[in-house]
């Protein structure tokens, strides 16, 4: 991973916003400083007011249980299991004890259009099916914050776009803070704003308005 320096950049919540630049200009550095993945060698990461980078490492994992979660290009669902319950293990990961977990699943599902694919593992769905169930584990749970690494990577146009929508509605409707690491230019008709990253510095950072 690149190293940043000299970089300061805030996400405000609330908000959707891009990580761009090309491959090792820091995108995925940033977003493991981010994700209390990583700790900075010097410097400051402040994560909803806490200084995390002050923190060890079983604090930042706490953090990371209530108030984060990733959303991978590759998926990271297990194989083994349904879309249900992939989904209901989001809550079982965050340690948060809930006994309607499966009802909470299978509502998340529906939303995203998914109730006729609840018991589907997941080599029995498209890409874009697969990509919809990660993003239906990482909501579950109501964390504050959404990190995505490439989500949209492997998928086709119309798939994409779908996410797209998806993310950009739980901004507008439940506050999320979602940042996206992209190289797809489609994710700027629905992000608040650009950080574009150059050997590990922020290169241009740009307000978009958005649909």
């Known amino acids: 991973m690149c190293a940043l320096e000299s970089t300061s950049v805030a996400f405000e919540p609330g908000t959707l916003s891009l990580i761009m630049g090309p491959s090792g200009s820091g995108k995925t550095t940033l977003l493991s400083l981010l994700g209390c993945l990583l700790s900075p060698d010097e410097g400051s990461v402040f994560i909803d007011g806490t200084a995390v980078h002050r923190l060890t490492e ?22 083994s299991l ?37 018991n589907r593992e ?43 929508r998806i993310l950009r509605n739980e901004v507008d409707q439940n506050g999320r803070t979602v940042v996206v690491v992209t190289h797809d230019s489609e994710w700027q008709r629905f992000a608040d704003r650009t950080v574009t990253l150059s050997r590990g510095q922020v290169a241009k950072y740009v307000e978009l308005a958005t649909v």
């Open 82 to 118: 349904s879309a249900i319950d992939n989904v209901a293990l989001g809550l079982q990961l965050r340690e948060q004890p809930c006994p309607d977990r499966m009802q909470i699943a299978r509502d998340l599902l529906a939303q995203f259009g998914l109730e006729r694919k609840l």
């Open 58 to 79: 079983s604090v930042r994992a706490a953090i990371r249980r209530e108030k984060i979660s990733f959303i991978f290009q590759a998926f990271r669902l297990f194989h």
């Open 122 to 164: 997941p080599n029995e769905l498209s890409p874009g099916e697969k990509q919809r169930v990660a993003v239906a584990r990482a909501l579950i749970g109501n964390p504050q914050f959404v990190l995505a690494d490439e989500p949209t990577a492997s998928l086709d146009a119309e798939a994409a776009r779908n996410i797209c």
